[in-house]
């Protein structure tokens, strides 16, 4: 990753600054690292978990509402905290690697309980500070529309995992063996984003700073219908797609006893994840983000449905496509939506949208299987959650025939 030097005042030492791209890709690498390994490498090793007769199902489902819950406690935190924002980036990105390790060792469901909730606890502080230190630099170096790529971040870790743990099966490995294998892979992801959080802003340049006061006027941060409405919405998305995010492989299992499909729809997902995150930087910043997002809770809710009423080799993998490619693109046009209202104070918006997103996951795992129980599928749950996102879609729908965009620019 790229290093420039900054334009100083004369008689001050010169000082580094990352390049956009260094910036983009050390948010790429840090939301991999801490979504799709910290978060996301828990769904395809739980049917292993399963198999070697660590967990229940049930178990399973409180691993992950744990995880969710401490991603909720992640994100409250971000709001009533002023930490520098890179420092909580890096501290954030060791506990997952620390954490993600601990999963292989000895302790049973009273240390995993434990872990994965501090695990989520670092995901939204990754998600809440690397978002916001990323979006801010890149429109201070004047390259907004790179902020999509980073939210492919998950989307590759997504892969990588899932199509790891496609082989670790084949192989016959215990799902401890695939916890360690993660770890080293989280620790090599480490090294190359460690210089570029905490570079300097290039406003420390007299010409930078001049520049950016000219074309971004401060804006006063107000938590009015408008911003409880986004919030809402974003809330119904955490909700939408967490069934789907936690239990794919183990729904496509219960659907497809023995299919070797099984375990390469949520690979599938991923690249979903990632092509959708990487289609948004094709997006110039002129788009209504509202609009957008509307489009995509619609896919995402269709994808879902599919799931359920389809339970075939190709209706998973259309599912799979159709949920994941607006799983970070959504994301990224909310941050953009964020920005958009709050400015620079965008991390607080972000951080109350972050715990209403990690408060529609939590309520996922437990209503699935609960449902599961009574019905003996995941058919109703998945039904459920295609309506809350329809639900999303009706909210965008209205926030954009109902709140015009004023002269700012949409993203």
Known sequence: MSIANVEVPAGHT???TASPWAVAIAGFVSLALA??????AFTPLLPMMLHDGTVTLGEGGALATLNYIGYLLGAVLCLV????PARMVKISLVLTVILTLAMALPGGMPAWLTWRTLSGIASAVVMVYATAWCMQRLAELGHPTLGGLMFAGPGIGIVVTGVSVFGM???HWLANWGWITFTILGALMLAPVWRVFGTPSPLASPTGG????????????????????L???YGLAGFGYIITATFLPVIARHEMPGSVWADLFWPILGAGVAVGAWA????GMHHDNRRMMMYLYAM????VAIAAVWPTVTGFALSSLLVGLPFTALVSFAMREARRLWGASASKLIGLMTAAYAIGQIAGPPLATSLVARTGGFGASLGVASAALLLGAAIYLWMWRTMPVDGRAAG
């Open 81 to 84: 905290i002023r930490p520098d």
């Open 300 to 303: 995402q809710a269709l994808g």
């Open 210 to 229: 001049a520049a950016h006061a000219a074309s971004s006027a401060p804006i006063a941060p107000r938590l009015n219908l408008e911003t409880w409405a």
């Open 14 to 16: 010169t000082r580094p």
């Open 280 to 283: 948004v930087t094709r997006f």
């Open 169 to 171: 099966v084949g192989a």
């Open 231 to 233: 919030t809402l919405a």
């Open 35 to 40: 979504m799709g390994i910290g978060r996301f």
